[in-house]
């Protein structure tokens, strides 16, 4: 292979793989516990964008049982979030070895 064309090929992928990463910022999904009394919403970097909490899990007395509503949340969206990010980007994550 003539080493410009691999240059070339390789301004191609680090350009598409900015394209992605800037899809996923976009692609979200939100995760539930509780009943629905805890929703938590992430992007495809894993980042939390918002929380919502319902006034009926707020107790003061059982602060442990909210945070524990919080992480069932938020692992309720990862697993979310995983499954999108599969769907639309699987053939081209799989060689990458993200665990996706």
Do not use: W
Not at 19 to 39: C, H, M
Not at 65 to 71: N, R, T, V, Y
Request: glycine fraction near 10%; charged fraction near 20%.
């Amino acid at each position: 292979m003539n080493p410009f064309d691999l240059m070339k090929s390789l301004g191609e992928i680090k350009e598409k793989m900015g394209n992605v990463q800037e899809e996923l910022a976009a692609i979200t999904a939100t995760g539930s516990s509780g009943g629905n009394i805890v929703n938590v919403t992430i992007n495809g970097k894993m980042e939390i964008v918002s929380m919502k909490l319902d006034p009926l899990c707020v107790d003061p007395r059982d602060i442990t049982m909210l945070q524990d509503l919080i992480i069932a949340a938020h692992h309720d969206a990862l697993s979310k979030i995983q499954e999108a990010i599969k769907a639309k980007y699987g053939p081209l994550l799989s060689g990458m070895g993200l665990g996706l």
